[in-house]
Antibody, heavy 124, light 108 residues
Framework: QITLKESGPTLVKPTQTLTLTCTFSGFSLSTNGVGVGWIRQPPGKALEWLALIFWDDDERYSPSLKSRLTLTKDTSKNRVVLTMTNMDRVDTATYYC????????????????WGQGTLVTVSS | EILLTQSPGTLSVSPGERVTLSCWASQSVSSNYLAWYQQKPGQAPRLLIYGASSRATGIPDRFSGSGSGTDFTLTITRLEPEDFAVYYCHEYGSSRLTFGQGTKVEIK
């Protein structure tokens, strides 16, 4: 059974750096084809993809946020950490991590398991 | 980056009706790597369709996806009370993943 759970601060101040951890079980990020991504959703708005890391350390980032995002994975602890610098009020959102498993070609399947999400509010 | 446009923004329907949701891509979606998600308030998105037309595990057959290239459709036949939600299309074939802005299916 695959599960993912996001953890981190619920409140950050403008200009601060946000660090979120995705802790998962039921799969290994060292398995060929597996990836873990981050997606966010401002209150009442649409989903926005942020970043994705694959089993072989291939990293992908949203072009509009690339300069502010960093992903790291700890395969032994089944965790992926997302850091986002220079937080602003517009970054207030529920942040989700999600799993995907490639079938034949890297990234040929969408996110199929999601965490419950964690709401991060940016306010002074 | 592929932009996805969903139509309509909101759909008001009655239980038992058939609904058709559209998703247009600004350029051709590679290998039809187009997915549909359902999201209910306070919940994470749930994968319904992948590869434009394949149902995910456990998804009822009243949900179907079709389309290719830049035009995609999600059809729900015989809308059930639990189907009232927001639906998102998602392109995952490029290196820059994108989501549509969503279509809300509400009770008429």
């Amino acid at each position: 059974q695959i599960t993912l759970k996001e953890s981190g601060p619920t409140l950050v101040k403008p200009t601060q750096t946000l660090t979120l951890t995705c802790t998962f079980s039921g799969f290994s990020l060292s398995t060929n084809g597996v990836g873990v991504g981050w997606i966010r959703q401002p209150p009442g708005k649409a989903l926005e993809w942020l970043a994705l890391i694959f089993w072989d350390d291939d990293e992908r980032y949203s072009p509009s946020l690339k300069s502010r995002l960093t992903l790291t994975k700890d395969t032994s602890k089944n965790r992926v950490v997302l850091t986002m610098t220079n937080m602003d009020r517009v970054d207030t959102a529920t942040y989700y991590c999600a799993h995907l498993s490639s079938f034949v070609v890297r990234g040929d399947n969408p996110f199929n398991y999601w965490g419950q999400g964690t709401l991060v509010t940016v306010s002074s | 980056e592929i932009l996805l446009t969903q139509s309509p923004g909101t759909l008001s329907v009655s239980p038992g009706e058939r609904v058709t949701l559209s998703c247009w891509a600004s350029q051709s979606v590679s290998s039809n790597y187009l997915a549909w998600y359902q999201q209910k308030p306070g919940q994470a998105p749930r994968l319904l369709i992948y590869g434009a037309s394949s149902r995910a595990t456990g998804i009822p057959d009243r949900f179907s996806g079709s389309g290719s290239g830049t035009d995609f459709t999600l059809t729900i036949t015989r809308l059930e009370p639990e189907d009232f939600a927001v639906y998102y299309c998602h392109e995952y074939g490029s290196s820059r993943l994108t989501f549509g802005q969503g279509t809300k299916v509400e009770i008429k």
